[in-house]
């Protein structure tokens, strides 16, 4: 495979694929689809593993090209159902490598492909009596240390079956910040990212970011809250303006409105929500949970559904919403089976939701 997506590539895709302002400009000149498929929810199975296959297959025939994905998720097989899949729509000449926008995270420890009989003895094992980890560096199964991090983005890269990963998130640091203390969470934090750094020198990786759950979205004075400045700060600190942190993760969906309505990041002016801030900061951002990992669907009262188009799915109603918040470059949605793609990727055809429309929903 070719080694990473390519500005010339993802627009050449974006221009095939004719469709109503379905791309969207992402980070380094990347043009990225405005739904990616994202690869959290699932047993650890063979059964499930073909299901993610075909999924992926028939979004990248549909023109999606953001897949994400997680060490962790399913136990490192989302990872190789992604690199399975991706590989066969190259080989059938389906897509290219250079078009699509292969993202995945590390932090947490993970198993590989079930769970061991004893679980504890595994990781002791594989990570505490390698020498890989030092168990002051690991707080409640996380870590970000250097040798930690460089193995599992070789790791990935294998599973992916990608030489570049184009965008690799830090997996919710926030979780260690309350064990830490802010001292010693900002020099971790910078030692990841000057791994990252390393690994965009070395090729193994494109850009980096931060991927959080609860980071981003709580407020200043809650114990695992993240500025997303300090972010920008702790990669200028370790580069100055020439280091490659490009994105952040954050869930965004009906009922996780912070980013777009919670004024808790630091802006140039005042206190912003996290969308406007990533725009004063450059920073892409990628919304996990669109769906609530399907807890949405089925639940959408009326006066809300009323202010879509007639004829769309909650699934599709959401993903409208979320795809179209200002200042978003993708939306994400777990798509583990192909009838998901096909339901999820008919937007491909409908406009985003204007702003002042979008504005209504949102008071809604």
């Known amino acids: 495979m070719s080694a990473a ?39 650890a199975n063979d059964d499930t593993d073909a299901a993610y296959a075909a999924a992926i297959r028939r979004y990248l025939e549909l023109g999606g090209n953001v897949l994400d994905s997680a060490i ?51 990781l002791r094992q594989t990570f505490l009596d390698s020498g890989l980890v030092r168990p002051d560096e690991v707080v409640d199964g996380h870590c970000m240390a250097p040798a930690y991090l460089r193995h599992e983005i070789a790791q990935s890269r294998a599973n992916l079956r990608v030489e570049a990963i184009d965008l ?34 070395q090729g193994h990786i494109r850009a980096y970011g931060v991927a959080t759950w609860n980071g981003l979205r709580a407020r200043p004075k809650a114990a695992e809250y993240l500025a997303l400045p300090m972010l920008v700060e702790a990669a200028q600190d370790v580069s100055g303006d020439r280091h490659h942190f490009r994105a952040v993760q954050l869930p965004i969906n009906f009922q996780m409105l912070e980013a777009v309505g919670l004024a808790n ?9 996290l969308l406007q801030v990533a725009a004063e900061q450059g920073i892409a951002v990628m919304a996990s949970a669109s769906l609530l990992q399907a807890r949405l669907l089925g639940q959408l009262p ?3 559904r009323a202010r879509f188009e007639p004829g769309l799915s909650d699934a599709q ?26 339901e ?18 949102f008071a809604v």
């Open 302 to 304: 009326e006066p809300l």
């Open 72 to 122: 962790n998720y399913r136990f490192q097989r989302s990872e190789r159902a992604i690199g399975a899949a991706l590989q066969a729509a190259i080989g059938a000449g389906q897509t290219s490598r250079e078009s699509v926008i292969v993202c995945t995270k590390g932090g947490y420890l993970s198993f590989d492909g079930d769970w061991p009989a004893d679980p504890e003895a595994w």
């Open 344 to 361: 999820n990727l008919t937007l491909k055809d409908l406009p985003p939701m204007t702003a002042a429309v979008w504005r209504r929903v």
């Open 5 to 43: 997506a390519t500005p010339q590539a993802t627009a050449a895709l974006a221009a095939r694929i004719a469709n109503a302002g379905f791309y969207r400009r992402a980070w380094d000149g990347l043009t990225a689809a405005s739904i990616g498929l994202g690869t959290y929810l699932g047993e």
């Open 317 to 342: 109603c959401a993903l409208q919403f979320v795809r179209s918040a200002p200042g978003l470059t993708t939306a994400l949605a777990g798509m583990s089976r192909t009838a998901h793609v096909n």
């Open 265 to 273: 990041q630091p802006g140039h002016s005042e206190m912003a929500p």
């Open 168 to 201: 690799y998130y830090l997996h919710n640091p926030e979780g260690q910040l309350a064990a830490l203390g802010e001292a010693l969470f900002r020099e971790r934090l910078r030692e990841a990212f000057a791994t990252f750094e390393v690994a965009v020198s």
